[in-house]
T-cell receptor
Framework: ETGVTQSPTHLIKTRGQQVTLRCSSQ?????VSWYQQALGQGPQFIFQ???????GRGNFPPRFSGLQFPNYSSELNVNALELDDSALYLC?????????????FGEGSRLTVL | DQQVKQNSPSLSVQEGRISILNCDYT??????FLWYKKYPAEGPTFLIS?????DKNEDGRFTVFLNKSAKHLSLHIVPSQPGDSAVYFC???????????FGAGTRLTVKP
């Protein structure tokens, strides 16, 4: 059973650019959530995907968008990057959407915006 | 708006002693609470959870206590071990809601 994997692990972009982060969910999981963790803070919910559709969104602007594919893998896209977007982006998978169960996190993609 | 707060950024305890990590929340609609542990260069991993219908849940060395009237929960680790040294995040959610709120974390150091 493979866990949640994310790519790339580190990347550097400049302000105004666009970035795509990728996530493969744990085997058997059909739901993917994305979180942003700024330095010294806890993870903040960006959005969740269930059966290829967005299923809930946190307080993030529309330039944060995502996709989920039939194999339940997912992408997070951020357009028009700003300096404050520098953070660790965590992907988490789970068995179902609204569950009471725990999330299984990947190692994260650390984005630096210059 | 920070609905889950961990007011102690760090905690240091001696091996074999008890570690107590605290968490407060403001949203009375939260009814499920979790603790995650995070080592450097790894994603958070689930540790233990508790539903609002309980006031205690125990799993080996780890026990979580929930005080709904005070909107407070705590994680007890007994006995603490050096391998427990990590950042601990408290998280809360409303049942059937996918927006899990996290605290800022407490860095626990267990000294040999």
């Amino acid at each position: 059973e493979t866990g949640v994997t994310q790519s790339p692990t580190h990347l550097i972009k400049t302000r105004g650019q666009q970035v795509t982060l990728r996530c493969s969910s744990q085997s058997g999981h059909n739901t993917v959530s994305w979180y942003q963790q700024a330095l010294g803070q806890g993870p903040q919910f960006i959005f969740q995907y269930y059966r290829e559709e967005e299923n809930g969104r946190g307080n993030f602007p529309p330039r944060f968008s995502g996709l989920q594919f039939p194999n339940y893998s997912s992408e997070l896209n951020v357009n028009a990057l700003e300096l404050d977007d520098s953070a660790l982006y965590l992907c988490a998978s789970s068995y179902s959407q609204g569950m009471a169960g725990e999330l299984f996190f990947g190692e994260g993609s650390r984005l630096t915006v210059l | 708006d920070q609905q889950v707060k961990q007011n102690s950024p760090s905690l240091s305890v001696q091996e074999g002693r008890i570690s107590i990590l605290n968490c407060d929340y403001t949203n009375s609609m939260f009814d499920y609470f979790l603790w995650y542990k995070k080592y450097p260069a790894e994603g958070p991993t689930f540790l233990i959870s508790i539903s609002s219908i309980k006031d205690k849940n125990e799993d080996g060395r780890f026990t979580v206590f929930l005080n709904k009237s005070a909107k407070h929960l705590s994680l007890h680790i007994v006995p603490s071990q050096p391998g427990d040294s990590a950042v601990y995040f408290c998280a809360a959610r409303k049942y059937n809601n996918n927006d899990m709120r996290f605290g800022a974390g407490t860095r626990l150091t267990v000294k040999p």
